[in-house]
C-alpha cells in the first residue's frame, strides 16, 4: 500500500499488545543557541552599585560603598573615579573639610587619572564654601596653568572673575 510506503499509517494508541518493544528514538527538538553572555567584571558591578546609591542622594552609603570599593579592587581602572565620587559625596553632605581631603587622595593616588582636573576643581570649590578665598584662587589657578584647554580650567576662569 501507499499510505504504508509513504509512513502514513493509522494512528493506533499504543496497547500492550501492539507498544513497540524496541525504543524508538524520538528526534530531540534543538535548542536555539544562547547568545554568548557578557561578563561584567566584579570591580565594574560594584561600581556601578555605588553609583547607584550616590544618584539616590544616599551620600554616607555611597562614602562607605566607595570606600569598600577602594579596599576590595584599589588596582581598578574605577579607582579614581570611585575615591573622587567620595570627595564629591562629602561635598554633598557639606563636609568640605572631608571633601578636600578626600579630592586630595584623587590627585595624590591617581595624578594620571582622568577625574585630577575635576578633584582640583572641586578641592578649590570646597575652600571657598569654607571662606578660605585665598586656597581656592591657588588652586583656580594651578588648574588653569596645569590643565589649560579643559572644561574644568573653563570654569575655574570663570570662577576667578566672580571672585574678585
Do not use: H
Not at 567584571?41 to 569598600?68: C, H, W
Not at 579596599?71 to 570627595?87: C, E, H, Q, T, V
Amino acid at each position: 500500500r501507499i499510505s504504508s510506503y509513504l509512513g502514513l499509517e493509522p494512528m493506533i494508541p499504543p496497547t500492550e499488545k501492539n507498544t513497540p518493544t524496541t525504543p524508538v528514538a524520538v528526534p530531540q527538538a534543538r535548542q536555539p543557541a544562547k547568545p554568548p553572555e557578557v561578563k561584567i567584571p566584579s570591580d565594574q558591578k560594584l561600581y556601578d552599585v555605588n553609583m547607584g546609591i550616590y544618584r539616590k542622594e544616599k551620600y554616607e552609603e555611597t562614602i562607605a560603598g566607595f570606600k569598600n570599593f577602594l579596599r576590595k579592587y584599589p588596582k581598578s581602572k574605577l579607582a579614581d573615579n570611585a575615591a573622587f565620587w567620595i570627595g564629591e559625596s562629602y561635598m554633598a553632605l557639606k563636609q568640605y573639610e572631608q571633601a578636600i581631603l578626600a579630592f586630595q587622595k584623587v590627585m595624590k593616588k591617581y595624578p594620571r587619572g582622568n577625574k585630577v582636573p575635576n578633584a582640583l576643581l572641586r578641592q578649590a570649590l570646597a575652600f571657598y564654601e569654607l571662606n578660605d578665598k585665598t586656597s581656592a584662587k591657588l588652586l583656580l589657578k594651578k588648574l588653569i596653568k596645569k590643565y589649560p584647554k579643559s572644561n574644568e580650567a573653563k570654569i575655574a576662569r570663570n570662577k576667578l572673575k566672580t571672585m574678585k
